[in-house]
Each structure stands twice: as C-alpha cells, then as structure tokens.
C-alpha cells in the first residue's frame, strides 16, 4: 500500500506542477497576445481590402467589369483606390499610435527606474575575472570573460546582507557543499553587480521571489557573460532529454535561478518565501526538477520576502518597484577576516594600565610617578556637513552630493591624510538592523568618494549602528562622519 500511496503522491504532484506551468504559459501567452494585436489588426484590414477590391472588380456572374470611356469633364477618380488609399492610411496611423504608446511607456519605465535609483546597463567590455578585494573597494562590474575561480576561502563563514526598499535580509552561505555557486555570487556582490537593481519576478505558483539582472531587470537578462558548471553534475534523462535534479526546497532558501540545459546558472537568483517551494522538487515524472541549486539560507528578513511576495501582480511582476540597493559581504574567518588588537602577553593589565616593571620604569600608558597614564584622544572628526541618506537605506540623496565634493577635494589636497567613514544610526529599530545599516550606509559613502577619483586604499568604512548616540535629537545620531587615521 505504501507503494500505491507514494504513486499517488508522485502523479498528483506532477500533475499540480504541470497546472502551475500551464497557468503560467496562459499568463505568458496573455501578456505576447497584447503585444501582437496591433500587428493583427493591420493583417486583418490589409486582408479585408483586398477582399473589397476584388469585389468592387468583379460582377455576379464573375465577368470582368470594364469602366466606359469617360465623356469629357467626366470625374475618372478611382472611388475604390480612395477607399485603399485611406484604409493604407488609417493603418499607418494606427501602427505610428502603438509605436508612439511603446515609446511613452518605455519612458515611464525608464524614468520610474532612474527615480528609484535603478539604471539599466548596456552590456559593456568583458574584463577577466579576477577575484574582487574583500574590502567591498571594487568598482562596479557587470560584464566578464569568464567564471570566478577560488574567491573564497576554505573555512571561512560568509554572510551575505541585502538592503532594500522593503527592508534588510541577511543570508548565511553555503561553504560547504555548494561552494562554486556561491563563490559566484560571493564574487559578483563585491563587484557590486547585485546594487542598484530589481528583484523583477512574482510567482506565486510556486512560492519564489527572483532578482539578480543589472542589464535590464527582466527575467531576459544577459547576465555577466559565463555560466556556472552545475552542482552537481546532473544526469541526462535518456527518455526526455530533461536533466535529472537531486534537491528539495523550503521556505528560507536562497537558489540560483538557471536554463533547462545543463550548466544552466549564471547569475540571477530566487528567494523561496513559502511552502509552493517544494513544487520544485525533484521528482522523476517531471523533467529538470530539483535542478535549482541552493547556496544559503535566509536568517534574517524572513517577513520581509512575504511581504514583498504579497505585492505581486499576478504577471509575474510586482505593483511597486522591489529595489535591491546593495548587497553587503560579511566573511568571518580566513586571512580577510580583521584580526583582534595584540594585548599585553600575561593578561595581568587591564585596559589603560600597564604592569609594573621590574626595573621601574614606566611603562607604556603609565607616567614616570607611577600614575595611570589617560588614554589617547581619537583623531578629531574632520568638520564637514552630514551625509544624508533616503529613508532607512544606504542611498545619498541629492543634497548630500556636494557635500561629498568638499570631502573629496579636501582628500586631494591633502594626499598624506587617511580617513575612516563611521556611520551611525538613531536607537529606532534593531541593534542588529541598525548595525548593518550603518556599515551598508559607511560603504556607500566610501563608494562614493572612489568614484571621485580617491584612492580606496586611503579609505576605510565602519558602521557602528546606534552604539554612539550624542545624546541629543535622535535626527543628530543619524550621521555620517569622517575621522582621520592616526
């Protein structure tokens, strides 16, 4: 019976994927059908005047009709090829309308996109892929001659943390199993090939939010120029010619996206956000199943995919815009990771005191009487006006640009100075959140300052979330501030 029952789960399962598929092709269908209608119309008209002229030639008995000599002064105009004439007319004028209709909504779209700070790019030069500075210093790039290889580190832990316009979703990744996958995604994020982008598809059907395409946000994307060998390599079914996945999902998971052929992935991902996940699981009665790889799973922001999957449209798409702003990589572990401030050697001395030498003389952070020696004053904050940011994201407003001209400019004239960018936030919110914020908001800044042309290796950024408030208005803990290095 067992047997029998699993049957049955196998058939109704390929049956319910297989209505999902076809729900979705009628919505494909749907949205073709729209676009192809004005060319019906002009193939239906150019059909109906043809039909009309041979009419107009033609008598009941099939006789060819032949018009009379015309007596003079007599009008000679053909009626018939001023009726084609305005037919040929009114069709032109029709396809102009729906050329002119294509190009206003091209623009709106455009000018929605560039309102939300999302630009699409055109495919540029490819450039080799070398692998990114962990530092997030890299300048943005999308276009590439080939895959990364060895970007990561064996042992290290990786987090990656994106901020968008519905909130923040941190995902820890997978290095362990799937490791090119995510070695992938690891490396494109520090190209900041994920920035500034859409997460561009709704589906409902089965449970998945899905972004990943800077060239032009749809689900046609061209991607970075390479694709990803499969893990692991997926056997071909002999029958169907389908690859044969291995993998299950659940609510949580970050996969990558990918075509029906083998080594299929390259750059777009999917969130599963509910149970309807688990239509893609692998299973022998549907072909490429269970072929989508996972490569991390969600640990924070959960709430934040069901809600954004909440605003689908029913087309795949979205009734606002869903706007990735940066996607942030934490690595712990590793030669990359920050290593911890040397202390005294037996551990005696607690912070700003020294142990006592044998000779008696003083030691560092005591004075020559012995006293306890104060500790070092920070470098003073460089005096500039504060970077200010769109609501609880890491994108600079307009009015903060020049700001960051002073700042940059300053930077040029003094070559020998070195900066550290803190960011801080107001006590709204979670620690954590607030944290990531703050780093998220640092790196932007950073971001921008290289963009003007100063040497990223002259600039640091860190993020220190609500931890420093200064004690008045919480508007003044929401601040931005350039302090030199010692």
């Not at 239906?44 to 009419?55: E, K, R, T, Y």
């Not at 943005?140 to 970007?151: A, Q, S, V």
């Not at 080594?263 to 072909?287: E, I």
């Amino acid at each position: 019976m067992g047997t029998e029952k699993r049957e049955r789960q196998k058939a109704n399962r390929a049956a319910k994927l297989e209505a999902q598929r076809e729900a979705e092709r009628k919505v494909e269908t749907q949205q073709k059908m729209r676009s192809w209608v004005i060319l019906a119309a002009i193939i239906v008209g150019i059909v109906l005047v043809i039909a009309f002229c041979q009419s107009r030639n033609n008598d009941d008995d099939g006789d060819l009709v032949t018009n009379p000599v015309a007596e003079e002064g007599e009008d000679t105009t053909d009626e018939g090829g001023e009726e084609d004439a305005g037919d040929e007319a009114a069709d032109a004028d029709a396809a102009a309308e729906a050329e002119a209709e294509f190009q206003r909504q091209q623009e709106e779209r455009e000018a929605e996109l560039a309102e939300a700070g999302v630009v699409n790019a055109e495919p540029g030069e490819p450039v080799a892929p070398d692998c990114p500075p962990a530092d997030g210093s890299a300048e943005r790039t999308l276009d590439f001659t080939g895959g990364f290889e060895g970007c990561i580190e064996e042992g290290a832990a990786y987090e990656a943390v994106f901020t968008t316009n519905k909130g923040v979703i941190k995902v820890d990744l997978d290095n362990e199993d799937n490791t090119g996958t995510t070695n992938n995604f690891v490396s494109l994020a520090r190209y900041k090939y994920y920035d500034q982008t859409l997460i561009h598809r709704s589906a409902p059907s089965i449970g998945i939010v899905q972004g990943g395409s800077p060239h032009n946000n749809t689900a046609g994307d061209p991607g970075p120029g390479y694709n990803l060998p499969d893990e692991p390599a997926f056997e071909v079914d002999e029958t169907t010619g389908g690859l044969v996945g291995t993998y299950t999902y659940e609510p949580g998971q970050i996969v990558m996206a990918r075509t029906p052929s083998p080594d299929g992935g390259s750059a777009q991902y999917f969130f599963n956000v509910d149970d309807r996940a688990t239509n893609l699981d692998a299973d022998p009665n549907v072909p490429g199943s269970g072929t989508y790889v996972p490569f991390g799973t969600v640990t924070e922001g959960q709430d934040v995919l069901e809600e954004i999957l909440a605003l689908s449209d029913g087309t795949e798409g979205f009734s606002e815009l869903i706007v990735v702003e940066s996607v942030v990589i934490n690595q712990t572990g590793g030669d990359s990771d920050s290593e911890p401030a040397d202390g005294d050697e037996d551990g005696d001395a607690e912070d700003g005191e020294a142990d006592d030498g044998e000779d008696g003389d003083a030691e560092d952070g005591e004075t020559e009487d012995g006293e306890e020696a104060a500790p070092p004053e920070p470098p003073a904050v460089l005096d500039f006006d504060n970077i200010f940011f769109e609501v609880g994201s890491a994108v600079i407003t307009a009015e903060s640009q020049a700001t960051l001209d002073e700042v940059a400019a300053f930077l040029e004239e003094n070559a020998d100075v070195s900066i550290n960018i803190e960011g801080h936030t107001d006590a709204d919110g979670d620690d954590a959140s607030n944290l990531t914020l703050s780093q998220a908001r640092a790196d932007s800044t950073l971001d921008a300052l290289v963009e003007r042309g100063i040497d990223a290796s002259r600039l640091t950024a860190e993020g220190f979330g609500e931890t420093q408030p200064l004690g008045g208005d919480k508007a003044d803990d929401r601040r931005i501030e350039f302090r030199p290095l010692a």
